[in-house]
């Protein structure tokens, strides 16, 4: 089983920076597929960034919603997924939480709060 663990999550102004990180308990390159979901009260989760390795490329991709603002990343030595959360917007105010899917299954961490304020 893969146990992931994100931190970083915190209060921000609008417009300020945040970066999240998670960290897992396996050597990521094993694991195919990793990501970063969010879901706020009275909303479904939704997908924010993934980012997925085939051979030596990572492949990454992006809401809309959040596309040119957030980067995610992953140092593999590290075992660690980052998402850099630029240009903040009260909108982004949600619990996040990392995701990685290992063998065809999926792992959640427990999340994380971003708070964006006005």
Avoid at 23 to 38: H, L, P, Q, T
């Amino acid at each position: 089983q893969v146990q992931l663990v994100e931190s970083g999550g915190g209060l921000v102004q609008a417009g300020g920076s945040l970066r999240l990180s998670c960290a897992a308990s396996e050597n990521i390159f094993s694991i195919n597929a990793m990501g970063w979901y969010r879901q706020a009260p009275g909303k479904q989760r939704e997908l924010v960034a993934t980012i997925i390795r085939r051979g030596t490329t990572n492949y990454v991709d992006y809401a809309d919603s959040v596309k040119g603002r957030f980067t995610i990343s992953r140092d593999n030595a590290k075992n660690t997924v980052f998402l850099q959360m630029n240009s903040l917007k009260p909108e982004d105010t949600s619990v996040y939480y990392c995701n990685a899917v290992h063998r065809g299954v999926d792992y959640w961490g427990q999340g994380t709060q971003v708070t964006v304020s006005s």
